[in-house]
């Protein structure tokens, strides 16, 4: 991580999370397209007046400006990009899921383009009124590889092709082994993880089972820091 003082301008970001500082000022959570997650602190920005009140808005294209050297940089300037519908009901719970797992996982100041692209997608998703199960998966899988612990579906932790009639174990660091081989693990069909390869759930069972072993993955990674929007979605429903 680099803190030589910096000025950034014109870059495309959305905002993550916003809590006070001061009286009339805010720290900013955001994930830059080509800079990474970062934190900013926008001065005055909950005076009424602000200009900002209008413009820091969640799950949208913002364009920024910042400059300074430390973790904490200071927001120069702030547009909204427009052209996103906005998240409502179910989707939003979604777009929160989303960001607590960036939140919690992404290191700071590192750009992770593909990343990036597979959050704005995922959102341009949810923001058709439906729960795309595809995009929510895509977002996962690029996350994880962008972590550095890419899955790897369509071959056995031995180099075998994954059968689709065959059963297995999927562990945190090998990957997948047959269910007979295998004492612990997510137990998975091979359709499973050749459809979550393809990022096809037409099929309920992968469906579900897709869902499983992501939720098992991502626990192992998140080491114990439990997800606020994960318990949201039990009292209300299964995700």
Known sequence: MSHARQRVDGATAFLLHAYPYSETSLIL???????????LLARGARRPRSALRGVLLAFQPLELGWFGGGEVKTLARAEWMGGCPFLRGEGLLLGYYLNELLLKL???????LALFDAYAAALA?????????AELRRFEKALLKE?????????????????????????????AVLESEAKSGQIVS??????????????????????????????????????????VFIELQDV
């Open 106 to 112: 992404l290191p700071r100041e590192d750009a992770h």
């Open 190 to 231: 091979g359709k499973t993880l050749l459809d979550l390869a393809a990022d096809d759930y037409a099929d309920p069972r992968s469906l579900a089972e897709s869902k499983q072993l992501m939720r098992h993955l991502l626990a192992h990674h998140l080491s114990g820091q439990q997800l606020q929007t994960r318990r």
């Open 125 to 133: 998703a949810l923001a058709q009124g439906g729960v795309e199960t």
């Open 29 to 39: 959570e955001v994930f830059a397209r080509d800079h990474g997650r970062l934190a």
């Open 147 to 175: 972590l550095g612990y890419g899955l790897v579906l369509e071959r056995e932790a031995g180099g075998r092709a994954v059968e689709a009639e065959m059963r297995y174990c999927y562990q945190v660091e090998r990957g």
